[in-house]
């Protein structure tokens, strides 16, 4: 059993190497491969934790796991993943999931991004000035070429030290606007804000021909995008459908009636072609990704693979040891 | 973080450790203090394994944690338990739960035979003969003085290996019998078989005043007892409702009508005194274990204060990191 802690994990793998992970899982739940158990969270009684286990098999690539992460008030979350070789059995990592919780949504809006905007978008606008901002500003560069990135993000000093990192460490021209509206002005709109009660994303700001992805709603009293903005989407799609129905942007599109069920894709059926994606240039296309462990799984094997190639991480020796057949 | 191989956990405790740590767990549970939310089972696709993650939080001891096992055809099957502390959301340990695994079950069923067997029981009487079988009797001859137990396993070397070891490593005076039957006359009764398809213990082999404990009947189709030893029971005690109703003996009581849900009780309830136990000499107790990740982090709880006390294991340092709330 490998152990990878959070700096062993972090960086270990580039944008496109995510890109190429998360997209080799959607082909594989395209194949009808992955089985994604309901995932169980419990709250503490004393509302001051709560612990949430996600499992997930990947019956074709052979790998199996699941991520567990917590919430402690007071300190922050936590994250990790155990991934597992099914022929054997074998337990071949525990690793620090904080980077992989990040990038892996990074890389499918990536995808989603790929798959739906249209190839010559030259504008990205982003919301937010966070770390998860800047992995999807990096990520959805590796698809397009932009000129530049507008952002925004309500604290001045956040967008100006957001613009610059940008520049310097991304090397592509980006400018801080006064504006939530302007920076949605653009062709490819990303928006990884602190989802709050009230959604902020107005369905008026998207243009003709924009491709818009969300990440911020995932809790169901969390809300990023307004009611409208589902219905002025042409083309939705999502990663998993009922985990976004159960977000509070989903909850509150079903209820008002701008979100329909039945004009809903997951995104493998994008990339497998099962379902259409963009089909006109002015089509407005929507991507929203809560988060799956088959994202997780998907770039934990990559991480692991990588780190074996590199000899990273402390080998821990084989755990758990194994009770055979017929002794009980 | 501490991490325990299966050497390290292994006779840690001793059965009285074990009992005393169960019934703290179930000490809290009869309190309301307990969350122990649905168990994920997820069967590979090509029928050759499974995964399971059983979540519990112990809110009055301020512990939380799962247990992971998986089956992985032509192998064994591997158990592993996370310990965390709730308060600082801090991962305890990391350790081997096979140890745990055996004998939390058997301290179940000691706490069990304590409260439901007549005080004045001499004779035990077991059937099985692998290591489950042993830390059973062991356990139970924590809580009653037997003069004797009489051992019943089909093949008769087994058995009588197992008479020596009762001998010469409980010091409790043993015999080999010829039939399940001898066995079962005994005034405690404890059964950890190969669960087959077919049951294997008959009602009319319980004597009058007889306790008897079964453990080997978990999947849905794995039987152990005939529906009739459930009506024959005056008193019916099991570790967990829901999941005893599952299994193939309760599944089976019930449709044949045997097992009548509001005949039973959960043994918190017993050793809280909600409910009442054996109330006369001559009635017939039977207690019924399943497992639960309650009886596990009860076990992993106090393995790993053992542990911490007696230097043993290796520590991890910290693992997984914080991500601090606020930075997304």
Redesign the interface.
């Known amino acids: 059993m490998l152990?990878l802690?959070?700096e062993d994990v972090a960086g270990l793998l580039s944008p496109k190497d995510a890109i190429e992970a998360v997209r080799a899982g959607l082909k594989e739940q395209a194949a009808g491969?992955v089985?994604i158990?309901?995932r169980?969270t419990?709250d503490?009684?004393?509302g001051?934790?709560w612990?949430r286990?996600m499992?997930v098999?990947m019956?074709g690539a052979g790998y199996?796991g699941?991520k567990?992460m917590?919430?402690?008030a007071g300190?922050?979350?936590?994250?990790?993943i155990?991934l597992?070789e099914?022929?054997?059995?074998e337990?071949l990592s525990?690793m620090?999931?904080?980077w992989i919780t990040?990038h892996r949504t990074s890389a499918m809006v990536a995808v989603a991004t790929d798959e739906l905007a249209r190839k010559e978008a030259t504008e990205l606008g982003v919301l937010?000035s966070?770390?998860?901002?800047k992995a999807m500003v990096q990520a959805v560069a590796a698809v397009r070429s932009f000129r530049r990135v507008r952002v925004f993000s309500p604290n001045p000093e956040h967008r100006r030290a957001f613009v610059e990192s940008i520049r310097s460490q991304l090397e592509i021209d980006a400018v801080a606007v006064d504006s939530a509206e302007e920076a949605a002005a653009a062709e490819v709109v990303c928006v990884?804000i602190?989802a709050g009660e009230e959604p902020a994303f107005r369905a008026g700001w998207l243009r003709s021909g924009a491709h818009f992805s969300g990440i911020s709603s995932v809790r169901p009293e969390a809300r990023e995008i307004e009611d409208a903005v589902w219905s002025r989407a042409d083309v939705v799609v999502v990663d998993d459908l009922g985990h976004v129905l159960e977000s509070g942007d989903g909850r509150s599109g079903l209820a008002s009636g701008e979100l329909r069920e039945e004009r809903m894709a997951e995104l493998w059926q994008i990339v497998s072609g099962e379902k259409p994606g963009r089909t006109t240039p002015d089509q407005i296309t929507l991507f929203k990704s809560v988060g799956t462990a088959l994202q997780d799984l998907s770039l934990a094997i990559a991480v692991y693979q990588r780190a074996r190639e590199r000899g990273i991480g402390?080998d821990?020796?084989e755990?758990?040891?194994?009770?055979?057949?017929?002794?009980?």
Chains 1, 2 share one sequence.
Do not use: C, W
Not at 86 to 89: A, I, Q, T, V
Not at 130 to 133: P, V
């Open positions: 152990l802690t959070h491969q089985q158990p309901p169980t419990t503490y009684t004393s001051k934790g612990l286990l499992p098999i019956n199996m699941f567990a917590h919430s402690t300190v922050g979350v936590r994250y990790r155990s597992y099914m022929d054997s059995g337990l525990e620090d999931a904080d990040s937010g966070s770390e998860q901002a990884a602190r402390r821990a020796g755990f758990p040891h194994i009770r055979p057949f017929g002794r009980q």
